[in-house]
Structures are given as C-alpha cells and as structure tokens.
C-alpha cells in the first residue's frame, strides 16, 4: 500500500513542478512582454521625440530663412540707398555752389532777373486789363492769372534763394512793348464791345508766349547745370502759364471772336444804311440853279 502512495506522490510532485515551470514561463513571458512593451514605447517614444526634434527643427530654419532673405534684401537695397542719398547730395552740394561767374551762369542770373521784372510788370498791367474787359469770363481770367501773377513773384524769389542770389529784376524791354501796346489797344477799341475782348486776349496772349519761351529755357538751362531744385520751381510756373494761354484760346474760340466779327458786319450795315440815306436826300431834294 505504501508503494502506491510514494508514486502518487512524486506524481503530484512532478505535476506540481510541471505547473510551477509553466507558471514561471508564464510569468518569464508576461516579464518578456512587459519589457519589449518597454522597450517599443521606449523606441517609439525615441522616435516621436527625433521626429518632433526635426520637425522644430525644419520649422526653425523655416522661420529663420525670411529673415535670412529680408536681411539679404536689405542689403541689396542698401547700395541703392546709399547711391541715392549720393545723388542728392551731390546735387545739394552743386546747387551752393552756384556763384554766377561762369558765362552760362551770369546769362542764367540775367534772363531770371529778366523774368523776374516781366512778372512784376505784369502785376500792373493785368488790373487795367481786367477792368477794360467786356464780358466776365474774360474779366475772371484776368483776375485769376493776377493771383497766379502773383504766386510766381514769390516762386522766383525762392529760386533765387536757392542760388544764393538776392532776387531783383532787371529791366525787360520785351515785356515793357507790351505793356504799351495793351494801353494802346484800350485807347483805340470801343468800350463795351467784343473787339476790345479780342484785342486785349491777344496782347495778354503775347505775354504769355514771351513768358513760357523764358520759364521753357531756363527750365532746361538749370538741369543742363544740375540746379535741379530751381528748375523744379521754374517749371511749376512754365505749366501755369502754358494752362493760361489755353484758357485764353478757348475764351476766344467760343464767343469773342464770333462775336466781334458780327459786330464789324452789324457796323458795315449800319454805314451802309446811313450811305444810302444820304442818297436818297440828294435825290429828293431840289436842285439849285
């Protein structure tokens, strides 16, 4: 009986040991899983965090790539800067140095003390102007080139400044035929009538034209000389004085000019019909023997 039970017995020790090493191989391969579990989230974790690093990284440069690029726009701008400023300077630097000594600088002076004089001459024919003017059209363009007259005073006198010269005029024989001339043409014209307006857009169209010829050179003189801020100020009034006499043209194409020809026609009926008269009283009256 006792045989029995001892192989009973190493039986159940054999069974216990056999479940006790399946219980270790499970517990080695739940340790295995667990640790590879480890090690794939370790790696992943690893990988995640290299990709996330070069993923900052790229984004970094990225971000760092435009301010590379504007820093290299800057410096491309730069020399253009630099040149202009150059530029400028070099023009501020020429125009102080403009002395008047040289022959084209004393014509330049001369003509803009010549201007300068036509401008003020104008300012005291262009009253007389307006008020012998018939109709009101012309009568507001005479006062409106008067306040513009007015404005280019002040324009020259800048532009003398910035020659360094005292502005002062110098007679112009020119502008003093004209003036003339427009006194004549109010002397000899009937007032109230259309052939004065015609006569008087003529004599001031001649103003005009004396006036852009002279801005239209020196214009062109100070640039030839580099004396860029004066023929800026110069060629502010040349534009002015070019819309004037345009103005002038339209004013006389309109109504003027149509109406002081049918003022000559309604004159040349009127003496036709005093001619006449006078022939029909010859005829009527009696002859004397």
């Keep these: 009986m006792k045989q029995p039970t001892t192989k009973n017995a190493t039986r159940g020790r054999k069974a216990a040991a056999s479940n006790s090493s399946t219980s270790k191989n499970k517990t080695t391969g739940s340790r295995q899983s667990s640790s590879d579990s480890r090690q794939s989230s370790t790696n992943t974790g690893r990988q995640n965090s290299s990709n996330t690093s070069r993923q900052d990284n790229s984004n970094t440069s990225r971000q760092a790539s435009p301010s590379a690029n504007s820093s290299t726009r800057g410096n491309i701008n730069a020399p253009d800067r630099s040149r202009k400023t150059s530029s400028s300077q070099k023009n501020a630097d020429h125009q102080s140095s403009f002395e008047g000594e040289s022959h084209l600088e004393k014509f330049f002076l001369d003509q803009l003390q010549d201007i300068y004089y036509a401008e003020k001459k104008i300012l005291q024919s262009l009253p007389k102007m307006k008020e012998a003017a018939t109709t009101e059209e012309l009568k507001d363009a005479f006062d409106d080139h008067l306040h513009q007259t007015q404005r280019h005073v002040r324009r020259l006198e800048k532009a003398f400044e910035t020659l360094n ?27 109230g009538t259309m052939t004065r307006d015609a006569a008087l857009i003529i004599a001031a169209q001649k103003v005009e034209h004396y006036e852009i010829a002279t801005y239209g050179g020196l214009v062109q003189l100070a640039i030839t000389m580099q004396l860029h801020d004066t023929a800026d100020l110069l060629d502010k009034t040349l534009v002015e004085e070019e819309d004037t006499d345009a103005r002038l043209t339209e004013i006389a194409e309109n109504d003027i000019n149509l109406g002081a020809e049918h003022e000559g026609n309604q004159h040349g009926q009127s003496q036709g019909s005093e001619e006449d008269e006078e022939e029909d009283v010859d005829e009527e009256s009696p002859s004397i023997r």
Excluded at 173 to 186: F, L, P, Q
């Design 165 to 191: 010269q005292k502005a002062e005029g110098k007679k112009c024989e020119a502008i003093e035929g004209i003036a003339r001339e427009v006194e004549s043409i109010i002397s000899e014209t009937e007032e």
